[in-house]
């Protein structure tokens, strides 16, 4: 979804769009502190790349939101909290147990205590993905048909800074203060969220046709699982950016491992990768503008699958900071193209009655890939060279193109069966 000075000039005048972008940055800042900063942390205390791979597994609630996620539109509590509204209560509540979570994090020793530290590392992403269930559907609430893809840029922006903040931030902290201190400092960014939550104004308090009792809750998973194949899409979905995550798991450890400093990776591969993806997501949506959704999904993949091979040669070359400034270049420029399509393409199947729960739906299947299945890849860090690593982790692309492709015939209709749609 391309960013251009209408859309930032529309941020800074409208009061919803402003609150949905500080709450994107919410919502993106936790991802990271137990992901790709949790895996930088881990490696400099000497775990092991099978054990860090294995710590990719306390993502899983990203990938399990989907079974609570019909909760926070069925509990029927906007007439007690009638000032406030129920989203924004929910979101504060659930935004103050995640900051709480993210200062507990930060205090375990992941050497003497390993269970504990996992433990919490679980809480922060089950409280996270809470967070991204009532953003989303605040978002959705809140903004007309004709404000959601601007809504949705809104978002992505605040998500990409909120990344930015617990990669590049966390990680430039770490050569300052201790971890403890770090997970402190990304605990009170949480704040930005809760005064958002404030600021923001009020949906309407008419309780939606999903809010009616517990029994309402089977009514979105049939109108989705009424669509043709859908078995195979939810596979499609899992596939997808699997090639993404399985290097991106390793690549904080790769990078230490070759020999780069913190505050260069931050720079590189955080500050710089940053604008990389944002030119990617601009690219992105144009070329799915220009050339339709299904053409640009097949092509965002083939690029996504050939920009591993960039980290193959960093492998050879090692700690050549001009070979990782091309290496980011490849990876994030194209790995931007195929979220922005993938988005796109995830949020056109969104039936407009069960908007939140399908997205909810559709993204923990998304999670699954980056989660369970990515969760492998420190086993096989470990028992390959990096080159056969990141050459293996490229063919992964292979399976969701080629499905892609022999279920092209089905592809208008899985978009044409949910009217109207959200983009």
């Known amino acids: 979804m391309p960013f251009s000075f209408p859309v930032l000039t529309r941020l800074l ?76 209560v929910s979101m504060l509540i659930v935004q103050a147990a995640l900051a709480l979570a993210l200062v507990l994090l930060g205090s375990v020793d992941v050497v003497r205590d390993p269970y504990l530290f996992a433990m919490f590392a679980l809480l922060v992403a089950f409280l996270s993905s809470c967070q991204d269930i009532v953003v989303d559907a605040y978002r959705i609430e809140i903004l007309s048909l004709e404000e959601q893809a601007l809504g949705s840029s809104a978002t992505q922006l605040g998500y990409r800074m909120g990344l930015l903040a617990s990669g590049a931030g966390a990680l430039f902290l770490s050569e300052t203060m201790t971890w403890q201190g770090v997970y402190s400092v990304m605990a009170a960014c949480i704040l930005v969220g809760m005064v958002a939550a404030l600021l923001a104004p009020r949906p309407d308090n008419s309780p939606p046709a999903t809010r009616g009792g517990l029994a309402t809750l089977r009514a979105p998973f049939r109108a989705f699982f009424s669509k043709p194949l859908w078995g195979w899409l939810l596979v499609f979905i899992v596939l997808y950016k699997l090639t993404d995550s399985v290097a991106g798991v390793m690549a904080n450890p790769f990078y230490y491992a070759i020999g780069f400093q913190a505050s260069q990776v931050a720079v590189v591969s955080k500050l710089y990768g940053l604008l990389a993806t944002l030119s990617g997501i601009a690219l992105g949506g144009l070329l799915c503008v220009r050339w339709g959704l299904y053409r640009g999904l097949m092509v965002c993949g083939i690029l996504q699958m050939l920009s591993n091979l960039f980290f193959a040669w960093q492998a050879v070359v090692g700690a050549d900071i001009t070979w990782l400034y091309v290496t980011i270049t490849a990876e994030n420029l194209s790995g931007g193209m195929g979220s922005a399509a993938f988005v796109a393409f995830l949020s056109a199947l969104c039936h407009r009655t069960w908007a939140a729960t399908h997205f909810a739906l559709l993204t923990s299947f998304m999670a699954f890939g980056r989660t369970v299945l990515a969760s492998s890849s420190g086993w096989f860090a470990d028992n390959m060279t990096w080159v056969a690593f990141f050459i293996m982790s490229s063919a992964v692309a292979v399976p969701s193109l080629v499905m892609l492709y022999l279920l092209r015939g089905v592809f208008a209709t899985w978009l044409n069966d949910t009217t109207p749609k959200k983009t």
């Open 13 to 88: 005048l409208s009061r919803r769009l402003f609150v949905i972008f500080l709450m994107g940055f919410s919502s993106g800042l936790p991802l990271l502190l137990v992901g790709a900063t949790l895996s930088w942390r881990l490696a400099t205390v000497g775990v092991d790349k099978t054990t860090i791979g294995l710590f990719t597994l306390v993502g899983l609630p990203y990938a399990l939101k989907f079974i609570w996620a019909p909760l926070f539109d069925a509990v029927g509590l906007t007439q007690r909290v009638s000032r406030l509204g129920y989203r924004r």
